[in-house]
């Protein structure tokens, strides 16, 4: 089977999209399948590039230059000059490489330049929503909800959803918004974010130079990793934080990562007299983040109730998880699909300080069961989110589509 999955961005930029990615085709190739990946321009202008075509750990990506004329500035006349730049490209690499399936990826630009080049090269389309672009906008502050560019983003989505042959997505809140938009429901499949458990087979061990650096030598230490961003509800830990330190003063915070919200986060740190029970380790390599893991206790994820959060889940408690780290969340319904609370980890009530800060006391208290409730997160991932299962899902919704095709 030759399938071209077209892609928002890949590595070498670090995302949950990029690792997602990876380990689809990964495990695509594992089947014997041949695959092809196009980025759109979106890739070139983020990482800087120009290159039309580049190699990363051993998978050739094709890539779309960056649309240069004046027009691409512009709201909507720029979202069109992407779709039109991918179909170009898309015009160029099909011929080449003559794919079984297009398979597009979010967002729905890239749903909609498959399906343009798809009906002059008879190829099918399967479309993976992973989040609800619109509604990511809103989150990182480039949209408002219900403003006319939201609608227009929903607008497209849904045109999307509704012409290609078959729908992929992450999880089940995903599934249910699909399916309330109209499209069929026998049309969607979900093939869920897990890991690769051969890349978490050992023990994560805590470096004691590293302990030390940072000076978490004896503390408990409550950790995340992954971007900071507004939603992911990090400013709940920090005000949740005193109520931890009066509860306990062996309780250390590192944060290992940056992003949009990393200056207002270190701002409250400073203005709660905090400095010195939280770090703030800064991004590092992806290879590295194995050993970081290994210096947490707790791995904490307080996103807040929205959308977004609600209907998407994350991958990296799954990781987490993979990794044998206590994992304490908030109960918004991507988190929900994961963990079930007291026993793969503990929930508690989105945007809450003090729902946290009582959890985490109460695991502190309660060391006895942290054994117990490792293994099981762990189990959890071995046999219902490992992306062996999860990739071989893809199988039947090719052959649907393929069948159909004949």
């Known amino acids: 089977m030759r399938i071209l999955h077209i892609l928002d961005h890949s590595l070498p930029l670090q995302s949950g999209y990029s690792f997602r990615t990876s380990s689809i ?17 979106k890739h070139n202008e983020f990482s800087g590039h120009s290159s039309l075509e580049e190699k990363v750990n051993g998978l050739h990506f094709y ?46 630009l890239n749903g909609k330049a498959a399906l343009i080049v798809a009906k002059h090269h008879r190829v099918p389309v399967v479309y993976e929503v992973r989040a609800f672009w619109e509604d990511a906008a809103v989150n990182h502050g480039t949209n408002k909800e219900n403003g006319w560019r ?11 959803l509704r012409e290609v042959d078959a729908v992929t997505t992450i999880c089940e809140g995903l599934h249910q918004e699909i399916v309330a938009r109209g499209v069929l429901a026998e049309k969607v499949t979900v093939i869920p974010n897990a890991v690769d458990m051969s890349q978490f087979a050992g023990a994560v061990e805590p470096k004691p130079c590293a302990m030390e650096r940072f000076g978490l030598t004896g503390k408990t230490v409550l950790g995340f990793i992954g971007s900071f961003y507004a939603y992911e509800g990090l400013s709940i830990l920090l005000e949740a934080l ?3 330190l009066a509860g306990n003063r062996d309780v250390k915070v590192l944060l290992v990562g940056g992003g949009p919200d990393e200056d207002r986060l270190k701002s409250m740190a400073r203005e709660m007299g905090l400095t010195k029970s939280v770090v703030f380790a800064g991004r590092i390599p992806h290879e590295e983040i194995q050993g970081y893991y290994g210096l947490m206790d707790m791995m904490i994820y307080p996103r807040l109730s929205m959308r977004l959060t609600e209907l998407v889940t994350p991958l990296k408690p799954l990781e987490a998880l993979a990794r044998r780290r206590l994992v304490v969340a908030s109960d918004v319904g991507g988190h929900r699909e994961l963990i079930q609370s007291g026993v793969t980890g503990q929930l508690f009530k989105a ?4 729902a946290l800060a009582r959890v985490v006391l109460q695991m502190i208290n309660n060391r006895n069961s942290w054994a117990g409730m490792q ?32």
């Open 150 to 160: 939201y609608r227009l983003s929903r607008a497209l989505e849904s045109s999307v």
């Open 242 to 244: 005193p109520s931890i």
């Open 351 to 354: 945007g809450d300080p003090d």
């Open 63 to 108: 890539r779309t230059p960056v649309p240069q004329h004046a027009l691409a500035r512009f709201p909507v006349l720029g979202q069109l000059s992407l779709v039109r730049a991918m179909v170009a490209r898309l015009n160029q690499i099909v011929p080449q490489v003559r794919p079984d399936v297009l398979h597009a990826h979010s967002p729905a």
């Open 25 to 41: 085709l990964r495990q695509q190739r594992r089947l014997s399948w041949e695959t092809w990946q196009l980025t759109s321009p």
């Open 375 to 406: 293994e099981a997160g762990r189990r959890f991932v071995e046999t219902e989110r490992n992306w062996k299962m999860s990739a071989s899902r893809y199988e039947a919704v090719y052959a649907r589509v393929l069948d159909r095709a004949a």
